[in-house]
């Protein structure tokens, strides 16, 4: 290594004005290759949301209030699944017993609103997915927009 480093510096003394061009020239690519970047990423430290999350922090939801609402769920048709937060969407998964009716499923399902308080509700937008064996019957997705007052229900055993 001390021998390259020799040769190295001989060299730069020996061909000052070529070693200044080849160092001005990896200094603008260096810096060509910067404004690049910033121009073709001109917002990379920006949030993927934006401002649409600002007062999140007021009606935070994290793992421990989704272990409430789990815990605070119960029926014999459905089977609580996964929840999952997404910015300012909830998405709840259940799957549906075997001979469930879609309208049981239905009203289960709206009880898990319940365990949701008033502000969180007025806050967050919440998705249901409800899956089964019935390939007739199911999937279903419910919605709940944080303007409304419940679930709305759509996509009902379509594939």
Not at 126 to 131: C, L, R, S, Y
């Amino acid at each position: 290594m001390k021998k390259f480093l020799s040769k190295l510096k001989s060299f730069i003394l020996k061909n000052k004005l070529l070693s200044i061009l080849l160092f001005l020239l990896i200094l603008i690519f260096i810096l060509g290759l910067v404004m690049i970047k910033v121009i073709v990423f001109p917002s990379y430290k920006i949030s993927n949301y934006g401002n649409r999350l600002d007062g999140i922090d007021s009606v935070k939801l994290d793992d421990s209030r989704f272990n409430d609402i789990k815990s605070s769920f119960s029926s014999s048709s459905l089977t609580l699944e996964s929840i999952r937060l997404s910015g300012k969407i909830v998405n709840i998964s259940f799957k549906a017993n075997e001979g469930v009716l879609v309208d049981h499923a239905k009203s289960s399902c709206s009880k898990v609103l319940e365990s949701f308080s008033e502000d969180e509700l007025k806050y967050y937008d919440i998705q249901i997915f409800v899956t089964g064996s019935d390939s007739d019957k199911y999937p279903i997705i419910g919605y709940k927009n944080k303007n409304s007052e419940g679930l709305h229900w759509n996509y009902e055993g379509e594939i």
